[in-house]
């Protein structure tokens, strides 16, 4: 009868530590894998930005982020556009061609860089060493240029680009300032991330 009584306990503690310790396992396994998904914070950094553009005035930028990237959206005047084409004497790749790592997608490699001529979006650094450059959209001589029409100067190496993004020659600078992936969700607004084949 005590042989009965301890074999039936053993078995019970038996099945019950089994139980107990296969939760245990479950409740550190889950976190553990879980740790290896991107947290909520990196995935927001990862989504696409939209970007209203209504309140842009003619010559005026306005600065968005993505992936913690300064992004520069320019509502560039009639005047600004047709001054792009009097610079390309003085630029590196004026037609855009050096397309390597996504520097400029199919529908910047035109002479306004942009899918809509009038939208200037250009992530914001200096293809340098990553300064952020400065807007300097009024086309008038300009310490650093006696004949500037417009662009950005970065102020860390004295490197310049033109209002399209495009680099001068003989700056550190190497090569034009990236366009990101982009689409118009309408006529007013913009979403940052995301190419025009990529939307669908």
């Excluded at 209203?52 to 982020?65: A, D, R, Y």
């Excluded at 400029?104 to 250009?122: C, D, E, F, V």
């Excluded at 990101?180 to 913009?190: A, K, R």
Aim: hydrophobic fraction near 35%; charged fraction near 20%; proline fraction near 10%.
């Amino acid at each position: 009868m005590d042989e009965y009584i301890n074999r039936g306990r053993r078995r019970f503690l038996t099945v019950t530590t089994s139980a107990v310790g296969g939760v245990g396992i479950i409740a550190t396994t889950v976190p553990f894998f879980q740790s290896w998904l991107p947290s909520a914070s990196a995935r927001a950094t990862e989504a696409p930005v939209t970007q209203s553009l209504k309140k842009i005035e003619p010559g005026q930028q306005l600065i968005t982020t993505w992936r913690n990237l300064p992004i520069f959206i320019v509502n560039r005047t009639p005047k600004q556009l047709a001054a792009l084409p009097g610079q390309n004497p003085r630029l590196v790749d004026p037609d855009s061609k050096n397309t390597s790592a996504h520097q400029q997608p199919a529908y910047a490699q035109n002479g306004t860089r942009s899918i809509k001529p009038q939208w200037l979006i250009l992530i914001g650094l200096c293809t340098h060493v990553n300064c952020v450059p400065t807007y300097k959209g009024q086309m008038k001589p300009e310490p650093f240029d006696p004949a500037w029409q417009g662009g950005y100067y970065c102020p860390c190496h004295r490197s310049r680009y033109d209002l399209a993004g495009r680099v001068y020659k003989d700056v550190p600078a190497p090569k034009n300032m990236q366009v990101p992936p982009y689409h118009f969700v309408d006529d007013t607004t913009v979403q940052i991330g995301v190419g025009p084949k990529d939307k669908a």
